[in-house]
């Protein structure tokens, strides 16, 4: 094969220069990337030993625009595992292309991560999902019209055809639940539809969804468990349902109202996240 179809296309150049950034920076070799939703940022407050670098000091990354989200790679270690957690995310609604809306995720696959850990706050289809419940993603429905694994493939990341069979990792979604048991924290599952937003969604379109079989829909975590798919990373996902979906209650959607419900949950999340590391660290 020749060097343009073996090596880094115009959606995946870059990455190597960001990677020399961070090594240049510290050595830490993270095994457990996480990625942290709106809020959810106390997470990272216990990391040990960190390094925080702000987005716009590595080559390449996308800044991060929503509210809530800090724009921050934090790198240490969690309970004996090393992290390299993101505090904040790309959205294809801000107008990121895919490919740059994996960038982060693509960077930690490159620095060595085999597990992902997502979160990111959705809205209830299943109408027995009140808001402040948790919920682990037990599969998708990709409705954002586009894929990062658009385009030429760079070989050295993954296969043209990635298999999505067990894209939210069985194994994990069982460590999920036994860590969320002995916390005792009610954890559900549901099958997550990726919307590209920026609206939220009418009431037909989630008695379309519902229709659909998504239990869950919100407007990110999709491009980044595909690219981490596509590099063989091992994906869980954790959903924290902030609102019922448009319809489901006879009340408007109200961001305000999001962020406030996820800052609630956010400790309970947060709880989930920090016992679940190091099970997923040794497994
Ligand atoms: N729809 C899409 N995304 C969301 C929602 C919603 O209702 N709530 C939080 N993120």
Not at 29 to 55: C, K, N, Q, W
Not at 123 to 133: A, H, N, Q
Not at 154 to 164: A, I, N, S, V
Not at 182 to 197: D, N
């Amino acid at each position: 094969m020749n060097e343009a179809v073996l090596g880094a296309t115009s959606s995946t150049a870059g990455l190597d220069e960001a990677v020399a950034a961070i090594r240049a920076r510290t050595s830490l070799e993270p095994r457990v990337g996480v990625v942290l939703g709106s809020g959810l940022g106390t997470f990272a407050d216990a990391v040990e030993e960190p390094l925080e670098l702000p987005y716009g000091e590595i080559p390449g990354w996308p800044a991060s625009t929503a509210v809530g989200h800090a724009g921050t790679l934090v790198l240490g270690g969690f309970g004996g595992v090393p992290v390299a957690v993101m505090k904040g995310r790309a959205h294809l609604y801000e107008g990121v292309p895919a490919a740059k809306v994996v960038f982060g995720v693509r960077v930690l696959g490159r620095l060595g991560i085999e597990s992902l850990v997502l979160t990111n706050a959705c809205g209830g289809i299943d109408p027995s999902l009140e808001p402040g419940t948790l919920v682990a993603i037990s599969d998708h429905l990709n409705l954002q019209g586009t894929s990062p694994l658009v385009g030429p493939n760079d070989e050295t990341l993954g296969p043209r055809f990635p298999d999505l069979s067990d894209a939210y990792d069985p194994g994990y979604r069982a460590l999920a639940r036994a860590a969320a048991e002995r916390l005792g924290i009610p954890l559900s599952e549901g099958v997550y539809a990726a919307w590209l937003g920026p609206a939220f969604e009418t009431p037909a379109e989630i008695r379309m969804l519902r229709a659909l079989g998504a239990d869950l829909v919100g407007m990110s975590t999709v491009p980044e468990v595909l690219a981490a798919r596509h590099m063989g990373i091992r994906c869980l996902a954790l959903s924290c349902v902030t609102n019922a979906a448009a319809g489901i209650l006879p009340e408007p959607i109200d961001h305000e109202r999001v962020l406030e419900v996820g800052a609630r949950a956010s400790g309970d999340l947060v709880a989930l996240v920090r016992e679940v590391i190091p099970a997923l660290g040794s497994s």
